[in-house]
């Protein structure tokens, strides 16, 4: 789409992620676990909009607002902040976010609502920086901020915040369970993690993503890459809460070619073959429990993007959906 001249508001949509892969290796001296992970965005979207203001400030509304901090904490507003100091000094914003995508949820919702932030005042500022350069900027802000920005499917390294592209041609469809009552703390799935490793004496090597995953990403076959799925912080997220247990075993008797726990969970991801099936498993889970809400969506999809511009003489925002799958929920 084409943006007015002198927008005085920008509209950016952004998706979540999760995790096909997640493997953690050893604790570096900055307190980080090294990380080999494939990110996969998928059709579940926050929006995030910017207007000029005197002031900085961010609301926050849609289905997941009431764990959002509406505050200088809040990592939409650090990310406008930070662009605005690094471009040489801009004029302050008012943010509105729609949260769909789940909090603590291990779907980097938060670090959605940073990118999204960070294109939409690129463009209300008409600064026309890259997404490599915005990537860097990224990067300082949280490890998966960086993926949000291009999204798609790719390696990252590092904290996570190093990315290589993945070559994936197709779609898959997922189906996400989403807990209900409340998240997962990171760094207690990580300490979980370490405290396990350490009682059965385990030692990880330097981490790496398998080949089998990559291979089956070329041409998405669900069954491969279902087999191939994996995380490490998986048994530390149910130690934590064992209902995720429950959770994938009722996924797993209902035939899915693979589930997993994104991130640090706690939501699950079923891959499944087809829509229809999609639909048939969003029943059976419903049906089974444990409570929680139940979301169809496709992927990969394309990371932040504007979507919307408006000026005085055009009030309300021109949207575009081309490329992308909004999630449903059951």
């Known amino acids: 789409m084409t943006l007015a001249a002198t927008p005085t508001g920008v509209t950016a949509r952004v998706p979540g992620k999760i995790n096909l892969q997640l493997v953690v290796g050893p604790l570096r001296e900055d307190g980080y676990h090294e990380l080999a992970t494939v990110f996969?965005?998928?059709?579940?979207?926050?929006?995030?909009?910017?207007?000029?203001?005197?002031d900085w400030s961010v609301r926050v509304g849609g289905r997941h607002a009431d764990r959002v901090p509406q505050?200088?904490?809040n990592l939409a507003l650090r990310a406008a902040r930070l662009l605005a100091e690094e471009s040489g000094g801009q004029q302050p914003v008012s943010i509105t976010i729609d949260k769909q995508i789940p909090v603590a949820a291990?779907?980097?919702?938060?670090?959605?609502d940073?990118?999204?932030?960070l294109v939409a005042c690129d463009a209300l500022w008409g600064l026309g920086l890259s997404r490599d350069e915005l990537a860097v900027l990224a990067a300082r802000l949280g490890s998966d901020v960086p993926f949000l920005l291009h999204g798609g499917?790719?390696?990252?390294?590092?904290?996570?915040?190093?990315?290589?592209?993945?070559?994936a041609r197709g779609r898959l469809h997922w189906v996400l369970w989403i807990s209900r009552h409340g998240g997962l703390s990171t760094p207690e799935v990580y300490a979980e993690c370490d405290r396990l490793r350490e009682a059965a004496g385990h030692t990880p090597p330097d981490p790496e993503p398998t080949g089998e995953l990559l291979t089956a990403l070329r041409t998405m076959e669900s069954t491969a890459v279902g087999a191939a799925l994996h995380n490490d912080l998986q048994e530390?997220?149910?130690?934590l809460d064992p209902t995720l247990a429950t959770v994938v075993q009722a996924g797993l008797d209902l035939d899915v070619e693979g589930a997993v726990v994104s991130g640090s969970g706690p939501t699950v991801a079923f891959l499944v073959g087809s829509s229809d099936a999609a639909i048939d498993l969003t029943v059976g889970l419903a049906?089974?429990?444990?409570?929680?809400?139940?979301?169809?969506?496709?992927?990969?999809?394309?990371?932040?993007?504007?979507?919307?511009?408006?000026t005085p003489s055009a009030p309300g925002p021109t949207t575009s959906t081309s490329g992308s799958t909004d999630g449903s929920t059951s």
């Open 40 to 54: 996969h965005a998928v059709g579940l979207y926050d929006h995030v909009i910017v207007t000029p203001s005197d």
């Open 71 to 73: 505050d200088g904490s």
């Open 106 to 112: 291990g779907m980097a919702g938060g670090s959605a």
């Open 114 to 117: 940073a990118a999204g932030a």
């Open 153 to 167: 499917t790719a390696i990252g390294s590092g904290r996570g915040e190093q990315l290589a592209p993945v070559l």
């Open 236 to 239: 530390a997220a149910m130690s």
């Open 287 to 310: 049906a089974r429990g444990p409570e929680g809400d139940i979301v169809r969506v496709d992927g990969p999809v394309p990371g932040a993007q504007v979507v919307g511009s408006f």
